[in-house]
Every structure is written in C-alpha cells, then in structure tokens.
C-alpha cells in the first residue's frame, strides 16, 4: 500500500468510526446491552450461542436452592414446573408471530424435527409418500428426515428451497426447510414457499433456528403448519436450553405424535395403559421436562420486554449493511467473498465470508477479541444479535478483520 492509499485508508476509518458512533447513538435498543453479561470482546457469535442474560444466574440459584432445595416435589405444582412447557411456549410465541396456546418447549430441535415431520406425513394420509428436504440444511435436519423417510415408507427427496415449488406434486406429504441458512444466512421466502406446499395439499415444516429471535416470523399469518427451533441462539437460553414445537392450532387435534410420552398425555397422573392425547400444544410434550434449563431460558426471555421483534429485524439490516460497507472499506477487493445476498429480503441476522484460510483466519480473529465461527469447509461466520451488539462493535470487527487477512 502507498502512503497515500495509507493516509486514505485511515480518513475512512475515522469517518467509519465516527458515523459508527453516531448509530450507535441514535440506537433505541442500545440500553438492552446492558441486560447482559459481556466483555471487550467483540461478540459475533450469538447465532451459534446467545450471550448470557444478566437475570439468569441469580434466577437459576433461587430454583436449584429455594424451589429444588426447599420446596422439593412441591415445585413441581407450587413453583409452577409442570405447566413451563407450555408456560415459556407461550412466551415466545409472540416473537415468532404466534397466538397462545400453540407452542411447547422442550426436547432439542432435532427430536422436535422428527415429531413434526413423522406428524406432517401422518397428517397427509393415504397416497403421499415423499418427503422433500431443504439440500443444503443444517446436517440434523437432513438425518432425522432421512430416519422419519424411511419409518413412514416415504421417499425422501432432498431439494434446495428453491426447486421446492417445481418439486411439488400430489405425492408430496411434507416439506421440511429452514427459514435462515445456517451457512450462508440466506433468508428463504417463508410466505410463498408454505403457499406453494399448501397447494400441493401437503404440510410444510419450517426450521426456525436461525430466524426466531433475529427477525418477525409470522407463522399465524402466513398459515404455517409447523415450526421448530432452538432458544440457545438468538433467544440467550443457554448452552442445550430446551427447543421449541409449533403446531397450528387448526391442526392440533390431528397431530398424532410418534413420540407419545406420559407428559403429553390428556390425564397424565391418571397413570392408564391406555394412550389418549391432550389436547392443544401440549400434544407436543413428551417425558419430564429439563427443568433448570427450561426456567433459565423463562428468565432469559425477560430481556424481551417491550422489545418489538420489527425493531430487532431493523437494526439487525443495519448491523449487516454496516459491516458489509466496513468490510468494503476495509478489506481488500477479492480476499473475501461475500456468500450472505445483499438484498434484505433474502437476508437472515448474519454474514458469511468465504476465503480459502478461513480456518485459520478465524482462529486469529478469535484471538484478537472479535469472536465469530468457522463452518466448513471455507466459511467466516459472523451472526449480529440486535440486542447486544452496536455499530462500534462492527466497525472494530471489519477493521480487525481487514488486519487479520493482510
Ligand atoms: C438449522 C438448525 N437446526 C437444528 C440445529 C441443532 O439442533 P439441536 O439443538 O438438536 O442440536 C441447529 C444448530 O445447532 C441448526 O442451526
Ligand atoms: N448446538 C451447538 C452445539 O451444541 C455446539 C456447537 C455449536 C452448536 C450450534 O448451535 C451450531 C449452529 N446450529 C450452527 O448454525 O452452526
């Protein structure tokens, strides 16, 4: 680099610096960040793990020592742990655009994929015998369609989202996709793909992991039929904290779950041989629910109040469109390529860069406080959670970066 080229890099970098600190500034949820616990660190991972919400610990202690040490059997009614599926389902189903009574927490996404597609297929009845899969899903998802293919003898057809309405017949059962790509944070068309199913008379599956949270939803408005996600990303639940299972309520009294535990059933304590569903979203329940992580993601989604998920998805676009301009900026043309689309509507909460080191580039990065992921086999991962990360937090990361790939 010439001096001059020097001397210009720097003036963009303090106007990116200074126009980064006036965002920042006009930010309304800037106070969130204070609701967590955080370092100097440049946190870029929270699509992966969620940072930790500073109402947790203290939240966690009063249910190990008070409701567990304490009062013991008796939480289970007196501190209200029997009803938490149901209870924190309700909670988040705002953000994904859902009226009460149909989400259940519990189990981890890849169980919940696999009673929401087994239900789908059975819902579909007689003479639909394919499965169409989301080809470029996150693994999980794609080995328990291909298990839930063979249980329910379909065929299992594994598409890009793209191909879904081509692919679309009268054999088709389900449709199973992911809202956001994992990898590439590209946001799928959630409205006109579940329209497209719906005509073909079939169910569609929506994986929620990468958009809930990050984004509005709308699984009521637009008719989904079920929906799945984890709470450890961008809900803060924490490490495993327990997922979540939607089923529209017009379909509840179908949906007959391959996995029928006692906890779902309409009389669980009436200890009977016989199984009978409850009713509504707790059809989804299956054993004893994971009681600590479930009441600490019930105090993590404290942070929610009064936060309208529309101002989450708006600083969110802002966040990526900063980065890509200070990655633009920064980093020299052709070193990175950009695998995130650049129009907003086809874009999830996160930029992907690909470079051939990025193993070791992230490696690096991590090391000089600006934490993002590697996925494989050649991607810089870069997740932007509205809550708690600002504009001066993107500045600093694309400018590390940029040093970083010298
Ligand atoms: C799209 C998607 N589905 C499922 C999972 C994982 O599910 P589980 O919580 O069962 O590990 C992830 C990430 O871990 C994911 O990104
Ligand atoms: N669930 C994870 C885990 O148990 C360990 C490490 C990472 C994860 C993840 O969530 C990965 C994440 N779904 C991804 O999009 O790559």
Known sequence: ????????????????????????????????????????????????????????????????????????????????????????????????????????????????????????????????????????????????????????????????????????????????????????????DLPALTAAVHAAGAYVVWDLCHSAGALPVGLDEHGVDLAVGCTYKYLNGGPGSPAYLYVRRELQDRFDSPLPGWNSHAEPFGMRAGYEPAPGALRGRVGTPDILSMLALEAALEVWDGVPVEAVRAKSLALTDFFLECVAAYVPEGRVECVTPVPHEERGSQIALRCHDASDVMKRLVERGVVGDFRAPDVLRFGFTPLYVGFADVERAARVLARTLA
């Not at 080229?5 to 006009?26: C, M």
């Not at 949820?29 to 991972?45: M, S």
């Not at 819902?123 to 328990?144: H, K, N």
């Not at 879904?164 to 992911?178: E, H, I, S």
Request: net charge negative; charged share 25%.
């Open 1 to 188: 680099m010439s001096e001059r080229e020097a001397e210009l890099a720097a003036e963009l970098g303090s106007e990116l610096a200074v126009r980064a600190e006036k965002l920042d500034a006009a930010d309304e949820l800037r106070g969130k960040r204070d609701a967590f616990v955080l370092d100097d660190v440049v946190y870029l991972d929270g699509n992966s793990l969620g940072a930790l919400p500073a109402v947790v610990p203290g939240r966690v202690e009063d249910v190990v020592r008070r409701q567990w040490g304490e009062l013991r059997i008796r939480s289970w009614e007196e501190s209200g742990w029997w009803t938490a599926p149901e209870r924190i389902g309700d909670r988040i189903a705002p953000l994904i655009g859902a009226a009460p009574g149909q989400v259940v927490v519990g189990d981890s996404t890849s169980v919940n994929v696999f009673k929401a597609l087994v239900g789908a297929v059975r819902m579909a009845g007689e003479g639909r015998d394919e499965l169409l899969v989301d080809a470029t899903t996150f693994p999980t998802d794609g080995y328990i369609a291909e298990s839930a293919a063979r249980m329910t003898g379909c065929a299992l057809r594994p598409v890009t989202p793209g191909e879904v309405p081509g692919a679309l017949g009268d054999r088709t059962a389900a449709v199973l996709l992911n809202h956001v790509d994992y990898r590439t944070g590209r946001l799928h």
